[in-house]
């Protein structure tokens, strides 16, 4: 059975794209374009095995809070989450964000634009 991969972006042109890129890789893919969304298809029975988490949803800060409230839940917080961003680029940020365990609990960041080879080798280190 193939690995499914919760997309969760605002986004739908960047969620199609990335969903056709993951789906011709083998990996199941479904999406969700909030949060609140996405945290039902997270726990329900159909739980994926990894999140891609946008940053700036509703707000600029959603994915990174987001990204706290998964760990905080006993029913998601075994699910990796790889953070997929352009906050960098789109608010002039002149540092990188790094996972950690308390302020940004997930597995890794991959800056927006992405480039395929960096996101199917994230998701490959992280199932």
Do not use: H, W
């Not at 919760?6 to 789906?23: G, S, Y």
């Amino acid at each position: 059975m193939p690995k499914k991969i919760l997309i969760i972006d605002d986004d739908n042109d960047f969620a199609e794209a990335v969903k056709v890129l993951l789906e011709s890789n083998g990996y199941s893919v479904d999406y969700s374009e909030t949060s609140e969304e996405g945290l039902q298809k997270a726990c329900g029975e159909n739980a994926p095995d990894c999140i891609l988490l946008d940053v700036m949803m509703t707000s600029k800060t959603e994915g990174i809070e987001f990204s706290r409230t998964l760990r905080d839940s006993e029913a998601t917080a075994q699910i990796p989450v790889i953070l997929v961003t352009g906050i960098r680029r789109d608010l002039n940020v002149p540092y990188s964000l790094e996972p950690d365990g308390d302020f940004l609990p997930v597995k890794a960041v991959i800056e927006k634009p992405i480039r395929p080879e960096a996101l199917l080798t994230a998701i490959q280190d992280n199932l």
